[in-house]
């Protein structure tokens, strides 16, 4: 079997048990980057020369009898929002092109110390504000599904390298819906863990009460694989949870006899394509005839997420990207519209202080593109005096009620099951030019984050034009073994998942 048709976990045991070496499966997997990635866009970086070196360092160790890291062998692309040491790291911004981090995220760290193969840094919307990844400074990434239609967004070139075969897991981060809803349009299985499990310390900041970093595989049992690796505490992250790490992949095969799935009747209102909700109510009747119990449920503020969740991370974004100024690193423009040299001094003219104004406000004019620049203003405007309390004050209290509605839904259900996204994935350029349509396509997904609870996504079908469909599940905070285990299951009851792209099938 190709290492690229290989399942996470059976990769890591064929390297462990010396029936794969760490090298071979990178070049695999690097020569599928290279045939494929110049049509999809996935990548910002690909990392050849340190990919091959890491893998043979992990090769030679095993030949040296010494203990080889959980992930040992095992190819892995990391979203563009994380800090990697030795790659650039641009969020996809003007802004931080060729900026490079002084130190590793956690998760990187993590990965590394697991002996993982970081193979590249993956495309996304600009500091992960989008649905579509159409907001990249560097080029849109294409559906491997479907070359015209998006990936998805922010994590797109995480979802689509996963669903091309070009990387067997990625990482990708979630605020609002960014690991879910790319999966759910690239066909692959994506997790959002419970706000804490995972640490931020190194994740470029987009919304920090929302941001959490996650999986992104073709499997729950893959999924399963890498959270065990990248989840724990960090005492560099203060919202990191103190709390010991289960052994997610042990428990997947209990059978989900007693297991109570919600289903909310409003998921199916006006706006779901025909095509999803079918594909959705199929995979409720598969989870029931797998022994789950499925009960209707009410999540009363539901409708309310969309509206408040674009207060609460605008309103976060503007504070987080403040920091973005011209004097510390990336974009730095000259007065003069020139640009110059990152550390060197601003042009004068009118003084100094008004030359340092006019740096930083051409600095950001020119590094920030238009979606950020958007979010920018709202938060800012919602956050000024006078409009503070009737705004961000008010959706802080939705926020809660909306977080009550998970607490009360779980005193009666185990999970909250349904669509990630009302249809499968739309053009480019369909919905680019209205930012009201793109912030819609979060329906499904923003309430997981404003309440901090945990949300995989998978897919469950696929429409008549051959583009798959997602399903979500949500569950109480720290639940992700049975989020894991519900969507292992139901991969052991269908084969959704195991379903290629054309553009992914070997040259002959
Ligand atoms: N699409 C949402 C947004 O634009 C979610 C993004 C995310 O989860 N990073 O904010």
């Keep these: 079997m190709q290492p690229s048709d290989m399942s996470a976990v059976d990769l890591v045991t064929a390297v462990r048990q010396g029936d794969l070496t760490a090298l071979r499966a990178t ?56 800090c990697t040491s030795d790659l650039p790291t641009t969020c996809a911004s003007k802004m931080l092109a060729g900026f490079r ?16 193969v970081i193979v590249g840094k993956t495309n996304m919307d600009e500091f992960a504000m989008g649905g579509s990844n159409e907001n990249s400074a560097f080029g849109p990434v294409h559906n491997p599904w479907d070359l015209t239609r998006a990936p998805g967004g922010s994590s797109g070139g995480s979802a689509a390298c996963v669903a091309a075969d ?90 989900l006899e007693g297991v109570r799935i919600g289903r909310v009747p409003a998921h199916f209102g006006a706006g779901l394509d025909p095509e999803v909700a079918h594909a959705v109510e199929e995979a409720f009747a598969a989870f029931r005839a797998a022994g789950a119990t499925i009960i209707d449920i009410d999540m009363p503020h539901a409708d309310a997420g969309v509206a408040t ?17 011209g004097a510390h690193y990336g974009h730095r423009a000259e007065p003069g519209g020139h640009r110059a040299e990152p550390g060197g001094a601003p042009a004068s003219g009118g003084g100094f202080e008004s030359a340092l104004v006019e740096m930083y406000c051409r600095s950001r004019a020119e590094g920030f593109g238009p979606e950020v620049k958007r979010r920018i203003m709202l938060g800012t405007y919602a956050l000024s005096a006078g409009y503070y309390d009737a705004y961000y004050a008010k959706a802080l209290k939705v926020r809660r009620l909306i977080r009550q509605d998970y607490l009360d839904a779980f005193e009666k259900v185990d999970l909250i099951g349904g669509p990630v996204s009302a249809t499968a994935a ?39 034009g051959g583009l798959p469909i997602g399903f979500q599940l949500q569950a109480p905070a720290l639940a992700e073994p049975l989020l894991l285990r519900a969507t292992d299951r139901y991969q052991h009851l269908t084969d959704w998942h195991r379903r290629r792209p054309a553009i992914a099938a070997r040259p002959r």
């Design 309 to 325: 969740y674009y207060l609460v991370a605008p309103c976060e974004a503007s504070s987080n990207l403040a920091r973005y100024d």
């Design 426 to 464: 739309f053009k480019l350029g369909e919905k680019s030019g209205d930012p009201l349509a793109m912030y819609l396509v979060d329906l499904y997904t923003v309430c997981t984050n404003l309440a901090g609870v945990g949300g995989i996504s998978f897919p469950c079908g696929f429409t008549k």
């Design 166 to 255: 070009m990387a067997p897991v990625a990482i990708g981060s979630d605020t609002g819906g960014s690991i879910r809803q790319p999966a759910g349009l690239c066909g692959i299985t994506g997790l959002k863990p419970t706000y804490g499990r995972v640490s931020r310390r190194g994740l470029v900041a987009f919304a920090s009460s929302l941001d959490q970093i996650g999986p992104m595989a073709r499997s729950a049992a893959d999924c399963a694989l890498l959270l065990e690796t990248i989840a724990g505490h960090d005492p560099g992250d203060a919202t990191s949870l103190d709390l010991p790490v289960p052994a997610y992949g042990t428990d997947l095969e209990r059978p």
């Design 27 to 82: 070049e695999v997997f690097l020569e599928r980057i290279e045939r494929l990635d110049g049509q999809i866009n996935a990548f910002l970086a690909v990392d050849r020369e340190g990919a091959l070196r890491t893998a043979a360092a992990i090769d030679a160790k095993r030949k040296a009898g010494k203990p080889l890291g959980p992930l040992a062998g095992l190819p892995v692309a990391v979203k563009d929002a994380l």
């Design 101 to 116: 981090p002084p130190y590793d995220a956690e998760v990187v760290a993590r990965l590394r110390a697991a002996d993982a």
